[in-house]
């Protein structure tokens, strides 16, 4: 919902934030980041480049291997969308009573610890 607002496709804005939050990747590894296939993801990139959100660079002592970089303004779009979901997800946790809050926090704290690896 949030995203919409961005002008960028859900599948563009993923690629392009695990540039962003990732760094460089080579293209193909991209791809499987992105579990899509090698031509799919070099026509997210040709959009992203075109746009002036990523840009594509040489891999000094590999003339195949192409890395993709988020550019500046690939990073401010990344970035904008994140405060804009964060402020989403403040409002909404805005209108809970102190004992929802509670099963939130008790909830979040679990999954937490769940996904962290120990």
Excluded at 69 to 74: L, S
Excluded at 94 to 116: G, H, I, M, P, Q
Aim: cysteine-free; hydrophobic content about 45%.
């Amino acid at each position: 919902m949030e995203d919409a607002a961005l002008g960028i496709t859900p599948e563009r804005l993923s690629v392009l934030s695990v540039l962003v939050y990732g760094g460089p990747t080579l293209l193909g590894r991209l791809a499987a980041i992105e579990q899509v296939t090698p031509p799919a993801i070099t026509r997210h990139v040709d959009v992203l480049e075109r746009d002036g959100l990523a840009w594509r660079e040489a891999v000094a002592g590999d003339r195949r291997a192409i890395r993709v970089r988020a550019t500046p303004a690939g990073r401010r779009l990344v970035e904008r969308g994140r405060r804009s979901r964060i402020r989403a997800v403040a409002a909404v946790l805005a209108e809970f009573d102190e004992r929802s809050l509670a099963e939130v926090d008790r909830v979040s704290s679990r999954l937490l610890a769940r996904l962290t690896p120990h």
